[in-house]
């Protein structure tokens, strides 16, 4: 017999404290569901949640894991096994699902530990359904195929928790899966919508075969969603949250016998969830079941007796009728206070617990017979005089800077008792500053004063003679003294999002809020009702004879239709001097109708001249109903002057030499109204200060963005953290003088090979440069002048960074191509992912085979080009190709190759598929780059071609290089532009110092230079 539920849940990976217990008192004949959040029009969060059969709509989170690429977990499929949740892992990466294996979930903390990793095979499995049958102790799973429409069944194993494959299920496909006493149970699907409660016996689980329970379909039309069902192994009733075609969410209860509905609930807030987990109790079949309508309460007010009731069962836990009882035991908080053997089944039943000390309890009775303990049942009570419960509809109301918090009193006790009315009093502590206002305060209400603006909220806690009891908080409310100009507020901490004042004007539920997962500000949708909410900056204090800019980032969901027409949202910005919708008369910028693709802003930038005094800056959502979300950060108000710069991008590379002059090159922007000609542009060291290089002015126009170069030559080897700075005087807004980014620059000797880094390595992913999980693979990388950095120079070679799977070794053909070029992004048209490759002109710089090879992080990977790729300046595109005519490699050895993310528009492409020539409309984009560094020849650093008279000759004899007559200065280069060697007045140079590989040989006499390259 499989272990029963022995009700304690204890957190994965914590060791150091025990988690509360499980307590069984749910209503008689329910269950407690737990399981995965995949969407909902309520809660709008993912992860771990849980409800009870008798109030689908009060479900509530467990554990958040939001929905951030890379990072978040997503749990597709799930059962109870024990005390923990076995669950099928899987991480988030913007629409795609990345497996990860199986792990035990602790459903009450969400905490989770991973039992097996999942090797991909190429099939990317996704687990849609796990069910545990406690009587053949067996964990089942399926997946079902959204294309095929087939379901093949998996078993776990119980102990290694690895999948095994058992085979494809004939007769129909399941969506779901739930198992009890020796059957599994599944919904069929079909085009129609048409469904069966289907059942497969485990005993020939080996090759599965569904057959239809009952004759009569069930009367539901099942949308070709993921959804769950399983056991109560309690109960033995079979719940289903059914995803309806209606687009409705319902909790389902089947019979088992008939195959027919026995209940269907409507859940509001339309929940989608997976993977479904319900606490149970397993016992011997004839084992008694639990007794009913379980009550413990004190005898009376401050009592330390406490009378239990019950009703004896008159059921086996089989549902099959109760012969008789040997006994009924009663705990008090585990332990046994008495023990009744006179019970019979069904009757009604007290017994009450004397001389009890003041505290909390739970009580479980515990019917038995000849086959063993039955189901056992828990109930909780206070016993004596309770700490008071928290205050009740706590409200804070603010104006200008000062704050008045409202309550009422407690009319319970924390645990449930009764508690010293007499005694009670309040302590009240002001967030987020823990400033405490006021302590053992009698009366309902309080009044404070802010001294700096901010968003404040109040907690109340009640407390008596007993102790402290309950807490609540107040709503959160933004007020204090006004802010001056210029004004800063990124929005993108909870507390900076406090500042400002949402309103809800059309009383829908929804408006504005912070997101805490992208940092953000946002607005979502109502199902119901248009959107006319409202986001009011805190009081400003603005100069009437001024005007002002008013800068914003907003940005939308990149939703479509099912009919691929994406979903717009609406949005105004406006001014007032009142902090209500009625005010904000001045309407700065309709924003109109509004996309954005994943990844893209859009940014706003209006001008304005308030009224002379207090001030407000609201945006306003104005979307229809059942469209998506609104972004919103970066907001700032300044003054709109004749000089105001600012720095908006820093580019330069990682990798460069001491005493070689390299080009970092400073993005300037005028911000101001008027051309700006007098300012430095400046490379300075991020952490002294120190300036490195300057370069003198170039003028800027009003909003315009100048690139400016700036030429450095390090003096010193080492590390130095580098950023860029603006110097303009009387610059009226100096904040964003200094670049938001700095770069670790690493100085390598003048002799070292020489590298140029062209961009960051910032994240990662399998498709980069190469790619070779399909036959064909196209990908064109696109850099702009400003990320080269230098201008004629001859490109040796490319190196690119990967994380790697195995230790075995990958070869595959290759091709690399390079280009000058005019075009600036490989988008198809603004705002799509859709992109375009690049057909002509190309220079061919490799065609061979490659290796990757490594396992472990942080592997280099170098294409030494087989002619270098002269570089003049300009636009640069690099289009790699990969045809395979054998195998691929296997998706679980992919290298993971570190990636950099696009500054502006798109300027990556790629295709993978069976065809040789690229479909256009299967070339998409995307907001990454693949990291790179160049190798290259300095053609300025003096290895040039030999003049035409020139009469000295260079030859190599093996062991040493020969002039035909003595030269002043004679040089020896690797192919990358290293020196190696350096010599005066000589006639030869011993080579047996050098390794073996190909050199460039510099000797000058004279005006005259000779070139030579030589292979030792």
């Known amino acids: 017999m499989a272990t029963p539920f022995a009700g304690t849940f204890v957190a994965a990976q914590t060791t150091t404290s025990e988690q509360a217990p499980y307590v069984y008192d749910i209503a008689d004949g329910e269950a407690d569901i737990y399981g995965y959040l995949r969407f909902d029009t309520r809660l709008r969060d993912y992860g771990v949640m849980h409800f009870a059969t008798n109030a689908p709509d009060s479900y509530t989170m467990t554990k958040s894991y939001g929905m951030i690429a890379g990072e978040s977990s997503v749990f597709t499929a799930g059962t109870m096994v024990g005390d923990k949740m076995v669950a099928y892992r899987v991480t988030y990466y913007a629409n795609v699902f990345m497996p ?73 496909a399941l969506m779901t899966l739930a198992a009890d006493n ?153 332990s046994l206070v008495t023990t009744i053997s006179d019970a019979k089944p069904g009757e009604a039943a007290t017994w009450t617990d004397k001389n009890v000390p003041s505290g909390s309890y739970i009580y479980k009775v515990v019917p038995a017979n000849a086959s063993g303990d039955g189901i056992y049942r828990e109930s909780r009570t206070f016993v004596g005089y309770d700490v008071p419960a928290a205050p009740q509809n706590v409200t804070l109301k603010a104006s200008g800077k000062n704050a008045t918090i409202t309550w009422t009193a407690p009319t319970e006790g924390l645990n449930g008792g009764t508690f010293d009315k007499a005694s009670l009093s309040y302590d009240v502590v002001r967030m987020p500053d823990n400033k405490t206002v006021a302590t053992s305060l009698k009366q309902c209400s309080v009044t404070d004063e802010a001294l700096e603006h901010a968003g404040y909220s109040y907690i109340v806690t009640a407390k008596n003679a007993q102790g402290k009891g309950g807490s609540t908080q107040s709503n959160v409310v933004a007020f204090g003294p006004s802010y001056g100009i210029p004004f800063v507020s990124p929005l993108n901490t909870k507390d900076d999002f406090g500042v400002w004042t949402s309103v809800d004007n059309n009383n829908d539920g929804h408006t504005w809020a912070f997101e805490p997962y992208d940092n953000v500000a946002f607005y979502d949708r109502s199902e119901t009702e248009d959107a006319d909410d409202w986001l009011f900056s805190p009081s400003l204090l ?69 009224q002379n005094g207090e001030g407000y800056i609201a945006f306003h959502a104005k979307s229809e109903h059942k469209h998506g979300r609104i972004f919103l950060k970066d907001v700032s108000i300044r003054e709109y002057s004749d000089k105001d710069l600012s720095v908006t991008d820093f580019t330069g590379s990682a990798t460069v030499n001491c005493g070689v002059s390299h080009i970092f090159t400073v993005s300037v922007r005028n911000e101001g109204k008027a051309a700006v000609s007098s300012y430095k542009a400046q490379i300075i060291n991020a952490e002294t200060g120190e300036v490195l290089a300057e370069t003198a002015s170039k003028p800027v126009g009003k909003d315009e963005t100048m690139d400016v170069p700036v030429e450095w030559t390090p003096t010193a080897e080492g590390e130095v953290n580098v950023t860029a700075r603006v110097v303009l005087d009387g610059d009226t807004y100096p904040a964003d003088n200094t670049a938001q980014t700095t770069l670790d620059v690493k100085v390598a000797p003048a002799h070292a090979d020489r590298w140029i880094t062209v961009n960051k390595d910032e994240t990662e992913g399998w498709l980069g440069a190469f790619y070779m999980n399909d036959k064909h693979w196209e990908a064109q990388a696109l850099f702009l002048e400003k990320e080269m950095q230098k201008k004629d120079i001859d490109i040796t070679g490319l190196q690119f960074a990967f994380n790697g799977k195995t230790d075995g070794a990958y070869t595959f053909p290759a091709k690399i191509f390079m280009k000058q ?137 093996g062991s040493q290089i020969v002039f035909s007559q003595p030269v002043d200065r004679a040089e020896v280069f690797t192919i990358n532009g290293a020196a190696v060697v350096s010599v005066s007045a000589t006639s030869a140079i011993g080579t047996s110092m050098l390794p073996h590989g190909t050199y460039i040989v510099k000797a000058s006499k004279g005006q005259n230079t000779v070139v030579k390259k030589i292979v030792k």
């Open 821 to 957: 070029t005019q075009l600036d992004n490989l988008i198809r048209k603004e705002g799509s992912i859709m992109g375009v490759f690049e057909l002509n002109g190309w220079t061919k710089v490799f065609d061979g085979e490659l290796t990757v090879q490594g396992a472990g992080d942080n592997e280099d990977f170098y294409v030494k080009l087989d002619k270098p790729y002269h570089y003049a300046g300009g636009n640069v595109n690099i289009r790699f190709n990969i045809d395979i005519e054998g195998d691929v490699m296997p998706s679980a050895d992919l290298p993971v190759w570190h990636l950099s993310y696009t500054t502006g528009k798109n300027r990556y492409a790629f295709y993978r598929g069976s065809k040789e020539e690229a479909p256009q409309d299967e070339i998409f984009t995307a907001e990454y780059m693949p990291y790179m560094l160049f190798s290259y020849i300095d053609n300025t650093s003096g290895i040039g071609f030999a003049n035409a008279d020139d009469a000295v000759k260079i030859s190599f004899d």
């Open 100 to 172: 990860e294996g199986i792990c035990l979930v602790d459903p009450k903390t969400g905490e989770y530990e991973m039992k097996w990793n999942y090797v991909d095979d190429g099939s990317h499995l996704i687990i849609d359904e796990m069910t545990y049958d406690p009587k053949t102790n067996r964990i089942f799973a399926m997946h079902y195929d959204t294309n095929a429409k087939t379901t093949d069944l998996y078993e776990v194993d119980n102990t290694t928790y690895a999948l095994k494959r058992l085979g494809s299920i004939k007769g129909t």
């Open 182 to 334: 020796g059957w599994l149970y599944g919904v069929s699907y079909s085009f129609d919508g048409t469904s069966y409660l289907m059942k497969i016996d485990e005993a020939t689980a080996s090759q599965p075969t569904a057959v239809k329970v009952g004759a009569e379909e069930l009367n539901l039309l099942v949308a070709d969603y993921s959804q769950s069902m399983e056991f109560d192994k309690t109960t033995h009733r079979l719940w289903w949250v059914a995803q309806a075609m209606d687009d409705n969410s319902y909790l389902v209860e089947l019979d088992t016998k008939t195959g027919k509905m026995l209940s269907k609930k409507l859940i509001k807030g339309n929940p989608q969830i997976l993977g479904m987990a319900i606490p149970y109790q397993y016992v011997a079949d004839n084992a008694p079941s639990y007794v009913g309508s379980l009550a413990a309460a004190p005898t009376s007010e401050g009592a330390n007796e406490v009378r239990l009731s019950w009703t004896n069962p008159s059921k086996d836990y089989r549902g099959e009728s109760l012969s008789s009882l040997s006994s009924l035991k009663v705990y008090r908080n585990s």
């Open 542 to 610: 603005f100069d009437g004879n001024k005007e002002y800019q008013l800068r914003y980032t907003y940005y939308s969901t990149n939703w479509v239709t099912e009919s691929f027409q994406e979903v717009k949202e609406k949005m105004d910005v406006r001014y007032g001097t009142e902090q209500t919708p009625s005010a904000m008369t001045t309407v700065l910028k309709d924003l109109g109708e509004f996309h954005t693709a994943s990844g893209y802003y859009l940014y706003g930038k209006d001008v304005f001249k308030p």
